[in-house]
């Protein structure tokens, strides 16, 4: 099938690249030349493992194309799905004037029935809005919406693609419905299921989906801090409460506090839209809240591991992303703990192996170095706060010679705490009390 697919960021660039692969005809749309210009030249602008393969390799089968032609896009194109950033306003609320644009200009242009599929996260009732401006301002032919939320996690956005545990469809009409399913004909072959539903469920599919995501971090998070003060080993704990099949082991992994593009404006804005319609929605409010906090007191945790105080102490950071395989630097813990540190008089060195361009937009009189092992020299404590892989398998002999004090400060519990104290580290990490280091399992193989 003929599609457009309006937006080339994370969600847009991968769903038009996924759906060429599937064997659909795609023009990927923005309003911006200079990164239209550079997918021609089969340059990617984000950094997305795997994706610049699945572009160039239906590139060249000519089932993809880039073009800032919108009009053209719309009147050539069966489906057109919208994939443009929806991003949170002041009050928490999603943005949607990018969204309303697009639906206007299809309105405008639309030369035939059209299925218009929402990709983008959109508040509940955003269907009905783009088919009310369709009514009200299309010349005649029959817009249909439907809902079609992604559920890509940045780093492994393809493998989420071409692999989704399901896919939503939340359509008013069969037709809508097997359109979907010829679009996505590869994964209904592949008794992927779908769960076709109407719009406004579909939309809360997505915010549910997510707000429940970050009720579990969030939890976690929680359940860190008490097994510090119960001196519990949070890693066992999570363990243990996974091995339920009711739970599951998934997204209990405790930490800094959850960033990213989504899960922050996601859980804000179904907090807003319940706010809207006269509910409280106590749930998430709090996990935004545990969330700002968790984030704030990693700021203490490396100020207590150098003696309460950072003055003109050299602190060295490895990770800047919300998480590893990304560039993406939205709502990274990265950012509070930096900040908060600076305000406690530390100097700041910093590494991450893809986030560093974006990093350079976001802070001031941080020193970026090429690697862990210079951004360690000469620091008085050492910060892993975002899980690369290659910050697990550190010379740790290595970076003790060249830290001024031997002291690790692991916000991704990336290292055993026994290990560390035998390998002649301070060594504080999140949710394993200090304790636990010195009392020998008596039974766990570590
Ligand atoms: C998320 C959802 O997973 C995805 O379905 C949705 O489409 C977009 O938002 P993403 O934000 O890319 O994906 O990353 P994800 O892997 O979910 O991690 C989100 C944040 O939670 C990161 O900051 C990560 O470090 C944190 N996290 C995740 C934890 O702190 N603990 C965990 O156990 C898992």
Same mark, same amino acid.
């Given at each position: 099938?003929?599609?457009?697919?309006?937006?080339?960021?994370?969600?847009?660039?991968?769903?038009?690249?996924?759906?060429?692969?599937?064997?659909?005809?795609?023009? =990927?749309?923005?309003?911006?030349?200079? *990164?239209?210009?550079?997918?021609?030249?089969?340059?990617?602008?984000?950094?997305?493992?795997?994706?610049?393969?699945?572009?160039?390799?239906?590139?060249?089968?000519?089932?993809?194309?880039?073009?800032?032609?919108?009009?053209? !896009?719309?009147?050539?194109?069966?489906?057109?799905?919208?994939?443009?950033?929806?991003?949170?306003?002041?009050?928490?609320?999603?943005?949607?004037?990018?969204?309303?644009?697009?639906?206007?200009?299809?309105?405008?242009?639309?030369?035939?029935?059209?299925?218009?599929?929402?990709?983008?996260?959109?508040?509940?009732?955003?269907?009905?809005?783009?088919?009310?401006?369709?009514?009200?301002?299309?010349?005649?032919?029959?817009?249909?919406?439907?809902?079609?939320?992604?559920?890509?996690?940045?780093?492994?956005?393809?493998?989420?693609?071409?692999?989704?545990?399901?896919?939503?469809?939340? !359509?008013?009409?069969?037709?809508?419905?097997?359109?979907?399913?010829?679009?996505?004909?590869?994964?209904?072959?592949?008794?992927?299921?779908?769960?076709?539903?109407?719009?406004?469920?579909?939309?809360?599919?997505?915010?549910?989906?997510?707000?429940?995501?970050?009720?579990?971090?969030?939890?976690?998070?929680?359940?860190?801090?008490? =097994?510090?003060?119960?001196?519990?080993?949070?890693?066992?704990?999570?363990?243990?409460?996974?091995?339920?099949?009711?739970?599951?082991?998934? $997204?209990?992994?405790?930490?800094?506090? $959850?960033?990213?593009?989504?899960?922050?404006?996601?859980?804000?804005?179904?907090?807003?839209?319940?706010?809207?319609?006269?509910?409280?929605?106590?749930?998430?409010?709090?996990?935004?809240?545990?969330?700002?906090?968790?984030?704030?007191?990693?700021?203490?945790?490396?100020?207590?591991?150098? =003696?309460?105080?950072? *003055?003109?102490?050299?602190?060295?950071?490895?990770?800047?992303?919300?998480?590893?395989?990304?560039?993406?630097?939205?709502?990274?813990?990265?950012?509070?703990?930096?900040?908060?540190?600076?305000?406690?008089?530390?100097?700041?060195?910093?590494?991450?192996?893809?986030?560093? *361009?974006?990093?350079?937009?976001?802070?001031?009189?941080?020193?970026? =170095?090429?690697?862990?092992?210079?951004?360690?020299?000469?620091?008085?404590?050492?910060?892993?706060?975002?899980?690369?892989? &290659?910050?697990?398998?550190?010379?740790? &002999?290595?970076?003790?010679?060249?830290?001024?004090?031997?002291?690790?400060?692991?916000?991704?519990?990336?290292?055993?705490?026994?290990?560390?104290?035998?390998?002649?580290?301070?060594?504080?990490?999140?949710?394993?009390?200090?304790?636990?280091?010195?009392?020998?399992?008596?039974?766990?193989?570590?």
């Amino acid at each position: 099938m003929d599609i457009a697919v309006i937006g080339t960021g994370y969600v847009g660039l991968v769903t038009g690249a996924g759906l060429a692969d599937f064997g659909n005809g795609v023009i =990927c749309v923005d309003i911006d030349q200079k *990164k239209i210009d550079a997918l021609k030249q089969g340059k990617i602008p984000i950094y997305e493992p795997g994706l610049d393969k699945i572009v160039s390799r239906n590139v060249s089968d000519g089932r993809l194309q880039f073009s800032t032609d919108l009009p053209e !896009a719309i009147r050539s194109s069966r489906a057109i799905f919208i994939a443009v950033g929806t991003p949170p306003k002041a009050d928490g609320s999603a943005d949607l004037r990018y969204v309303e644009e697009v639906a206007r200009t299809i309105a405008r242009y639309m030369n035939g029935p059209k299925l218009i599929v929402t990709k983008s996260t959109v508040p509940i009732g955003t269907g009905r809005m783009i088919e009310k401006i369709l009514t009200e301002a299309g010349n005649g032919h029959k817009g249909t919406v439907v809902s079609n939320p992604e559920f890509l996690r940045e780093g492994s956005a393809i493998e989420d693609f071409m692999k989704p545990d399901r896919v939503v469809v939340g !359509a008013s009409d069969r037709e809508s419905v097997h359109l979907m399913q010829e679009i996505y004909a590869p994964l209904h072959s592949l008794e992927i299921p779908f769960v076709v539903t109407n719009v406004e469920s579909a939309e809360l599919i997505k915010y549910a989906s997510n707000g429940f995501l970050a009720t579990k971090i969030s939890f976690i998070n929680e359940i860190a801090v008490l =097994c510090e003060l119960l001196g519990a080993d949070v890693q066992d704990v999570a363990r243990g409460m996974g091995l339920d099949t009711r739970i599951g082991p998934k $997204f209990l992994q405790a930490g800094p506090g $959850f960033g990213g593009s989504c899960f922050p404006k996601d859980t804000s804005a179904v907090a807003d839209i319940a706010r809207r319609y006269g509910y409280e929605f106590e749930i998430m409010e709090a996990v935004l809240r545990v969330n700002d906090n968790i984030k704030q007191r990693m700021v203490g945790k490396v100020v207590d591991a150098l =003696c309460g105080d950072v *003055k003109g102490k050299r602190i060295a950071i490895l990770g800047l992303a919300f998480k590893p395989e990304t560039d993406d630097m939205r709502d990274s813990p990265a950012i509070p703990l930096i900040n908060g540190l600076q305000q406690h008089g530390a100097s700041i060195r910093a590494y991450d192996p893809q986030a560093m *361009k974006n990093a350079g937009k976001i802070f001031e009189s941080v020193t970026f =170095c090429h690697d862990a092992y210079q951004t360690a020299e000469g620091a008085d404590a050492l910060v892993i706060a975002t899980e690369w892989n &290659e910050f697990r398998s550190l010379n740790l &002999e290595r970076i003790r010679k060249l830290l001024q004090q031997p002291v690790i400060v692991d916000l991704r519990n990336v290292y055993d705490p026994r290990r560390m104290q035998s390998e002649g580290f301070t060594y504080v990490s999140v949710g394993r009390a200090d304790d636990v280091v010195k009392r020998k399992p008596l039974w766990r193989e570590r």
